[in-house]
């Protein structure tokens, strides 16, 4: 079955820091995502990604994140200055254009800011 | 502003035993549902979705239920098992595909 995977799956970073958390998409899929979810609480939405460029981003996805496919394969997520509060696990997912509504999710990449 | 969310933190159940998971929705603008199921340490797992002209989907051991009257969305699982034991989420989208989950809910299934 195929699954969306994501590296590193552990990632600690000294805060003002850059981090690319890296998400390889199920093949043939065309809409990309990102969430987070800080410990004990909801996921909650980042930025979303078609046809080259972002669709939508949340109140969160200010101007120290940025996503891209480099390679039209891997979709990353950057943080160029991480904080604190930017510790929390981050999901990518992704979803085919057809079949519904359905995202698939990946392992997610645990970030903790020190 | 809008938000989702669920009625009951914990959930326990003896395995074998039905559960019911509840949540309230407050975007009348939805258009689809989905329960996600998240094991420690994993990513959200899809379970099952409804759209909201139905009212009800079955599908294996699950059904979920909707209620667009007072927007209220359960999900059913019969016979439950301990590989249900988890935390569940109810998401809503519309139409723009972005999710928005409510706070989640932990199942546990005593054997």
């Known amino acids: 079955e195929p699954e969306v995977t994501q590296t590193p799956s552990h990632q600690v970073t000294q805060m003002g820091q850059e981090v690319i958390l890296r998400c390889v998409p199920i093949s043939n899929h065309l809409y990309f995502y990102w969430y987070r979810q800080i410990l004990g609480q909801k996921v909650e939405f980042l930025v979303s990604f078609y046809n080259n460029e972002i669709s939508e981003k949340s109140e969160i996805f200010d101007d120290q994140f940025s996503v891209e496919r480099p390679d039209g394969s891997n979709f990353t997520l950057k943080i160029r200055s991480t904080k604190l509060e930017d510790s929390a696990m981050y999901f990518c997912?992704?979803?085919?254009?057809?079949?519904?509504?359905?995202?698939?999710f990946g392992p997610g990449t645990r970030l903790t800011v020190l | 502003g809008e938000s989702v969310g669920l009625h009951l933190p914990t959930l326990s159940v003896q395995e074998g035993d039905n559960s019911i998971i509840n949540c309230a929705y407050s975007n009348s603008a939805s258009d689809y549902f989905i329960w996600y199921k998240q094991e420690s340490g994993k990513g959200p797992q899809f379970i099952i979705d409804?759209?909201?002209?139905?009212d009800k989907r079955q599908g294996q051991r699950v059904t979920v239920l909707l209620n667009k009257t007072v927007k209220h969305l359960s999900l059913q699982i019969a016979a439950t098992q301990p590989g249900d034991s988890a935390v569940y989420f109810c998401a809503e989208t519309h139409g723009n595909n972005r999710l928005a989950f409510g706070k989640g809910n932990q199942v546990v299934v005593i054997p």
């Open positions: 997912a992704t979803q085919g254009l057809a079949g519904g509504n359905e995202q698939f």
């Open positions: 409804i759209r909201s002209n139905m």
